[in-house]
């Protein structure tokens, strides 16, 4: 049973920075596809980045260039996020898979269905961004 715990989350104002991290604990196997996820109040949950086993990675176009997810040796997940806006205040979540054989395309699924699908889900931090 894979468990994700989230952490980093916090109140900054616009055009500053924040650092989430998610913390993977009883993987198994190396081969996961992992993500960041997030839900603003009263809008559905929506793909922010994913990353595969090989380090691949993909965004959400609102996200490219100020946000970078990353993993470290023990598969512990990040998500450095800049030039924060307040439309990115909301509720952050990881989760993982199993990757497919086409990993990368199946990131990019993921992160336009929300991450539906994807088994494992952490409990979410929560990021404000104050104009």
């Known amino acids: 049973q894979v468990q994700l715990m989230e952490s980093g989350g916090g109140s900054v104002q616009t055009g500053e920075s924040l650092r989430l991290s998610c913390a993977v604990s009883?993987?198994?196997?190396?081969?996961?596809?992992m993500g960041w996820f997030r839900q603003a109040p009263g809008k559905k949950r929506e793909g922010v980045a994913g990353?595969?086993?090989?380090?691949?990675a993909v965004y959400a176009d609102s996200v490219k260039g100020r946000f970078t997810i990353s993993q470290d040796n023990g598969k512990n997940l990040y998500l450095q996020m800049n030039s924060l806006k307040p439309d990115d205040t909301a509720m952050y979540y990881c989760?993982?898979?199993?990757?497919?054989?086409?990993?990368?395309?199946?990131?990019?699924?993921?992160?336009?269905?929300?991450?539906?699908?994807?088994?494992?889900w952490g409990k979410g931090t929560l990021v404000t961004i104050s104009s």
């Open positions: 989760a993982a898979d199993l990757c497919p054989p086409t990993a990368t395309q199946a990131l990019a699924v993921y992160l336009s269905l929300g991450g539906a699908g994807m088994d494992w």
């Open positions: 009883g993987a198994t196997s190396r081969d996961y596809c």
């Open positions: 990353i595969d086993s090989d380090g691949s």
